[in-house]
């Protein structure tokens, strides 16, 4: 079987099969991030101690509820991975978590134009829209102060 290279990716790949060739699309517009692939917030958690929790004797799944640590339900055997330890909705993390994504999407929330959708090939269906992966993109808006309609998106 004989054997093309794309230049575009620099990659081998054998006669026969089809790529979709694609530039990387940067979703936000903050550089750091783009680049590194996470986002650092110096000073967003200023006491690290306040959040440890101490780990059940028991191993399985426990589910909290109520926003009360003593309110959970317990299930011996853990689905994902047998006989380990897993958490979910613990209420001192709920509430950290919902302070943290505030902040992060006030950092990556990006306005794109209208113009930025077309050249990047994105899809609207009603006031949605999706890349070409079907992965939502953003929401749009309309700015009654500038007059424009644009496009909110959080990574």
Request: positive net charge; charged residues 25%.
């Amino acid at each position: 079987m004989k054997e093309k290279k794309y230049k575009s990716t620099g990659g081998v790949y054998a006669e026969g099969y089809q790529r979709c060739v694609m530039p990387p699309r940067k979703m936000s517009k903050n550089e750091f991030f783009e680049k590194n692939g996470y986002l650092f917030v110096p000073g967003m958690i200023s006491d690290p101690e306040n959040l440890y929790t101490p780990r059940p004797k028991e191993s399985g799944q426990y589910t909290y509820y109520n926003n009360r640590m003593d309110k959970y339900d317990y299930c011996p055997n853990e689905k994902q991975v047998p006989g380990s330890l897993a958490r979910y909705n613990i209420p001192i993390y709920r509430e950290l978590h919902f302070l943290v994504k505030k902040e992060v999407e006030k950092i990556l929330t990006t306005e794109f134009t209208l113009e930025e959708a077309a050249n990047n090939n994105w899809i609207k269906n009603k006031n949605r829209w999706y890349n070409t992966d079907g992965m939502l993109v953003g929401y749009e808006w309309y700015n009654v102060n500038s007059h424009k309609t644009t496009i909110l998106s959080v990574r």
